[in-house]
């Protein structure tokens, strides 16, 4: 039994070579890094096709089981249904299904069987067209849901992630008919709850596909693995209609820390935007942006530390993640050379002979303690950078200082002091917090 194209002509185009040459203009060169897991929109092509495209191009090329999770606009659902079908006919040929996991699917979500909900779908089956042209090997396992609990739906990704043939699809648009600069906002702040692998205040009406997402973001924080940016837009640059708009992303699955992924594949372009900056500050060039990654348009937080001969010559950065990184690494390499208080402003010259490194800062994590001597027990040396706030005093040592000060008293006492404290100073109102860094290096 084969699942007719309903949202062909409509969604995307009916004629296959018409449909075959505007999914090959959504072509884009081989990623860095190929995933297992995307989240993209289920618009019409005009509008989000792109952007969709461009998720699927970034899973595995020989995935052989591709699971779509989506939501369920026409007909009212509680849990999930997964459907009977043999296949999905699409204008480009038939997609197989694969419906040897529907019983396992059933072990972890209130899933039933019902082909109905299927009929009138658009939110999988405009993914199809895509599938067949990127993964033209790989079978479906489409699963709509409706009022369903998302941790069925991470527990149902953990349990088939462990196969490496399987790749999942979380099919979602964003906001839906606020203005432009509202949807903007809204959208932004779902973006950032994606990429920091937060739930909390993560509604509904943020996104239609919310419980697949949430799914994927559950997921991916028990096993410590990255959302990363591939894009975020809204149907305004499609239409140029911005009173009433819906808004697109797509996130792929990074098995690893998002600041690991930015070194591993971005570095050499790191240490550029801060050269390039440096020079705009000495009036001899530009910082470029224009041309860079959409993981650098995700809040991050940097340190820039110039050195000069292998002795400090300026070091500038953000504790806390509040802006783009990529303004982030601008103004604070900007900042390092022009406008730390210790240090006169950099020369040409020194320009010329300076060492630039980048550390980027992990979400700080507060620490609980009731005396100093559990707070120290808390730090690892030579891991974990350390600040500290009590009031209006604050102070933060990069993890790179305890090369000078490897005893955890010593520390912790110098750092005291740099917040303007006395070296013994505690408080039950003194608040501490740890992190990590990744450290770039030129």
Known sequence: MKKRASAAGTFYPSEKHE??????SFRIKEPEYYSRA??????GYVYSGKLAAKGIQQLKKDAKNVFIFAPAHYERIFGCTVCDYDAFETPLGDIEVNKEFNGEIAKFCDCNAGNFVFEKEHSIEVQLPLIKTFLPDAKIIPVLYGCENFKNLAETIENFYENEDNVFIISSDLSHFYPEKEAYKIDNYTAKLIEENNLSNFEQEQACGAVGICG?????????FSLIRAGLTNSAAATGDSSRVVGYGSWFLYEGEKNNYIKKYYS?????????SILSG??????????????????????VTLELDGILRGCIGSIIAHRPLIQDLIKNAHAAAFSD?????????????????????????????????????????AIDGLIIRDGNYQSVFLP????????????????????????????ESLEAFKFKTTKIIQ
Not at 268 to 276: E, L, P, T, Y
Not at 282 to 296: I, K, P, R, T
Not at 359 to 364: A, D, E, H, I, Q
Request: aromatic content about 10%.
């Open 38 to 43: 995307v989240i993209i929109p289920h618009a």
């Open 268 to 276: 050499d372009f790191v240490k550029k935007v801060c050269k390039d």
């Open 282 to 303: 000495l009036q001899l060039g530009h910082a470029d942006l224009n041309n860079y990654e959409c993981v650098f348009e995700e809040y991050g937080a940097s340190f």
């Open 341 to 381: 208080p210790r240090f006169p402003a950099l020369t040409l010259n020194e320009y010329n002979k300076i060492s630039i490194s980048v550390s980027l800062l992990s979400k700080p994590e507060r620490l609980e303690f009731d005396d100093e001597q559990e707070l120290l027990n808390e730090l690892v040396p």
């Open 400 to 427: 790179d200082v305890w090369e000078q000060l490897p005893d955890k008293k010593e520390f912790l006492e110098q750092l005291k002091l740099k917040a303007g404290l006395e070296k013994d100073y505690f408080s």
């Open 216 to 224: 994927l973001v559950e997921f991916a924080k028990k096993k410590n």
């Open 19 to 24: 449909l075959e040459q505007l999914i090959e």
